[in-house]
């Protein structure tokens, strides 16, 4: 029964992707192709990066990226488009595809980089998921976990607190205005005394769009370094430089 249910629901996930696309057809964001939101010609003027980024952070161990975010006006637009209004939500699956070209230049596609991991999608708060309908951090970890085969845990870290939006904002007053917006849901400190799922255990990839100066990422790894974590890596589409 159980593989006949997902049968069912591959069918019906393929069924409406072919009448979404019929009746409203993606375009390139770069040249307006249509078919596809980055068509193969404007993906190859991006320059996808085949290293791993070291960092000198406290809690954070290091960054995958796939793109420098202030180089190319199509990074730029992608990432927008993803993240404010026309909402286009699907762009989660390109994106991902971009991340998975990076893993695979810089040779971090191997099954032992992956083992044992966790992807926890940095999260958003009430009012700004309420708006957009969506977590655009947590709809690229569905993307990446069904690439990488690594599970995505969305409900550990949770926001609660409202904050200032970090573009205005220096680096100092980025830092300050994350203190204390992020904690380990009760719920999951709940599950952790059951056994169910201890950090302590796992190798944690937290998830986000862009990597400015580094403040969201940091604070979050704090938060879940206090909670045992003992390795956070990052994970964002782009870095900016």
């Not at 249509?34 to 980024?53: H, P, Q, R, V, W």
């Not at 009430?126 to 990446?144: D, F, I, M, T, V």
Request: glycine share 4%.
């Amino acid at each position: 029964p159980k593989m006949i249910i997902m049968t069912l629901t591959k069918g019906v996930d393929k069924a409406r992707g072919f009448l979404l696309e019929l009746f409203f057809p993606s375009f390139c964001l770069g040249c307006q192709k249509e078919g596809t939101y980055l068509c193969e010609d404007c993906k190859a003027t991006l320059d996808i990066s085949e290293f791993n980024y070291c960092l000198y952070n406290k809690n954070l161990t290091g960054l995958y990226f796939a793109l420098p975010y202030k180089e190319r006006h199509l990074t730029r637009k992608l990432i927008h488009q993803f993240k404010y209004q026309p909402y286009i939500k699907d762009l989660a699956k390109t994106l991902a595809l971009l991340l998975a070209e990076h893993f695979f230049l810089s040779g971090n596609n191997k099954e032992d980089v992956w083992h044992n991991s966790v992807l926890i999608p940095v999260p958003l708060d009430k009012n700004k998921l309420k708006s957009r309908g969506y977590n655009q951090a947590e709809e690229l970890s569905k993307e990446l976990s069904k690439i990488l085969k690594v599970p995505v845990i969305s409900d550990n870290l949770i926001k609660i607190k409202s904050t200032k939006s970090q573009m205005e904002l220096s680096k100092e007053e980025r830092e300050r205005n994350l203190q204390g917006a992020f904690a380990i849901s009760p719920s999951s400190l709940r599950a952790t005394a059951k056994q169910s799922f201890n950090l302590k255990d796992k190798k944690l990839f937290l998830v986000d769009d862009v990597y400015t100066t580094g403040s969201t990422m940091e604070e979050c790894a704090k938060v879940l370094k206090q909670a045992g974590a003992k390795q956070v890596w990052g994970i964002a589409i782009a870095r900016e430089e």
